[in-house]
């Protein structure tokens, strides 16, 4: 899988976009850039994911670079329940050591009031 | 979207006592399921590959007598804690892969060893 870079942290006001960065630029082209998030003692929860188009769905948009070094989780309107550990991570998707993926330290997002 | 339940959420030991975590994927089936530890503030750790009808695999460092693995059916593993020590008081996490490549996760068990 290829390494990503995430900052530490990051705050976020109530009911604006979170706009969370990803460094992967060892990315291989056949690599998915994957998005999960773990609440406070919680299991992690996928959010999205993608190849080389920016997708969207009922939770996030993922915004991938042309050259795929670097990709953007985007939260459109934040809430305090959104507060987490956001973790990205980069691998092939038909992997059947999924898994066995490195979830790094990731970027803890904290929404305020 | 699938999922995967985790049980029990919490579990309190006495130590030297064994303890079981069962992880169920509730409407897909899972060949393979990974289970995880994680320590306050750390990120997860993953311990072993759960196989159906074959042993676990475990990761370096990780003992494999004791942390048991049983993968009996496409849709129960379970981790059993034996011997606990308050070392191995931790948070227990399972996961299960999806379609697409996507990890679906359980909810997490808690343990605390006395």
């Known amino acids: 899988d290829a390494k990503t870079t995430q900052p530490t942290s990051m705050d976020c006001a109530e009911g604006r976009a979170a706009n969370l960065p990803c460094n992967h630029s060892?990315?291989?082209?056949?690599?998915?850039v994957y998005w999960y998030r773990q609440i406070h003692s919680q299991g992690p929860q996928y959010i999205i994911h993608?190849?080389?188009n920016n997708e969207t769905n009922e939770m996030a948009s993922l915004i991938i670079t042309e050259d795929r070094k670097s990709s953007t989780l985007i939260l459109p309107h934040a809430t305090l329940r959104d507060t987490a550990v956001y973790y990205c991570?980069?691998?092939?998707?038909?992997?059947?050591?999924?898994?066995?993926?490195?979830f790094g330290d990731g970027t803890t997002l904290t929404v305020k009031p | 979207g699938a999922v995967v339940s985790q049980h029990p959420s919490w579990v309190i030991c006495k130590s030297g006592t064994s303890v079981k975590i069962e992880c169920r994927s509730l409407?897909?089936?899972?060949?393979?399921m990974f289970w995880y530890r994680q320590f306050p503030k750390q990120s997860l750790m993953l311990m072993a590959t759960?196989?159906?009808?074959?042993?676990?695999?475990?990761e370096q460092g990780v003992e494999k007598d004791k942390f048991l693995i049983n993968h009996a059916s496409l849709t129960l593993s379970t981790l059993t804690v034996t011997s606990a020590h308050p070392e191995d008081s931790s948070f227990y996490i399972c996961?299960?892969?999806?379609?697409?490549?996507?990890?679906?996760f359980g909810s997490g068990t808690q343990l605390s060893v006395l």
């Open positions: 996961s299960a892969p999806g379609s697409q490549g996507k990890l679906f």
């Open positions: 060892t990315i291989s082209g056949n690599e998915y």
């Open positions: 993608g190849l080389k």
């Open positions: 991570i980069v691998r092939y998707a038909h992997n059947t050591n999924a898994g066995k993926s490195t």
């Open positions: 409407d897909f089936q899972a060949t393979t």
């Open positions: 759960s196989n159906e009808g074959s042993k676990a695999t475990y």
